[in-house]
């Protein structure tokens, strides 16, 4: 990637910081809530969103490279295993995509940043999937 997005903090600069990722995840929610293709994994959600939409952000900045405030703020996560006792399939992956495409969409990224999130995100939502099938398999 021309930009070099993966090394050092350089992506959690191009996503605007905590400010700018706060902005992304609660555009990412907001379209959870509004998108029927998403009804599904809305549901699998608490009513209210507000600790989800800090953890997806405290997450994401350390993702990104920045600070880590998701391991500060709650400790160590494998993204997989958090998510195994969900029922994620393809579909449920899928809708996730779809709402950080939406929400990405809207942000004041570059065109190449956008494409390199989706890349990047597919990663750990497959790795949901297919934590999910193992877990229903050893059920
Ligand atoms: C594959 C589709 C995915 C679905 C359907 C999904 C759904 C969920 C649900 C239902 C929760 C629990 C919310 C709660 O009880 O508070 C959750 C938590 C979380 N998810 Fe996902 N998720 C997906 C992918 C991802 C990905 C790819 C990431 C990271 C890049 C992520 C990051 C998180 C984080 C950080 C939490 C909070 C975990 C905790 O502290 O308990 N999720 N997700």
Known sequence: ?????????????????????????????????????????????PEDLTESRTKLTYFLSGWLGGPRLYKEHYGSIAIPRAHSHLAIGAAERDAWMLCMEHALDEQDYDKDFKRYMLEQLYVPAERCRQACAVSRRDN
């Open 1 to 45: 990637m021309s930009k070099s997005y993966g090394t050092l903090d350089a992506s959690y600069r191009a996503a605007g910081e905590l400010a700018g990722i706060s902005k992304l995840v609660d555009a990412f929610y907001d379209y959870m809530q509004e998108l029927p293709e998403a009804r599904g994994i809305r549901a699998m959600h």
